[in-house]
């Protein structure tokens, strides 16, 4: 939903910007599918950590590992920001992902590898756990 809404507001943007080379097809297409290689990695993580804890616990006292995700997201998210704060490094994640057409390409295929993989392992995790069970 979030990036159909993102395609709405850039189209609207664009019409209004200052400089409509920004949204040039090649270079935009090419960060909208990195930026849906960045949601598919991020919900993989979500979806992966939190169903196999479901599975064992059942769902009343496994949605306290509902959180487990979420707190891994904004820790990696903000860990730019406490590099910058502790060591004086300037890094953003979203400026290196972004920077070039390579680092983008590269980018959309790790964060749609590693969200493959994680749903992978969740999917045999999770059917172990539930084997394991008594029903």
Not at 39 to 54: E, H, M, N, R
Not at 78 to 84: E, H, R, S, V
Not at 108 to 133: D, E, H
């Amino acid at each position: 939903m979030g990036l159909g809404i993102g395609v709405v507001i850039d189209a609207i943007t664009e019409r209004v910007s200052s400089d409509p080379t920004i949204f040039a097809a090649p270079n935009y297409v090419s960060m909208l599918f990195t930026m849906v290689a960045l949601a598919f990695g991020t919900y993989s993580l979500t979806v992966g950590i939190q169903t196999p804890f479901f599975y064992k616990f059942g769902y009343k006292k496994g949605r306290i590992f509902m959180w487990i995700p979420l707190l891994i997201v904004i820790i990696v998210l903000n860990l730019p920001w406490l590099l910058n704060i502790i060591a004086d490094i300037e890094f953003n994640v979203f400026d290196f992902i972004l920077r070039n057409q390579i680092s983008r390409l590269i980018s959309s295929f790790v964060f749609v590898g590693v969200g493959t993989l994680i749903l992978i392992g969740s999917f045999f995790l999770s059917r172990k756990m539930y084997l394991k069970k008594n029903i």
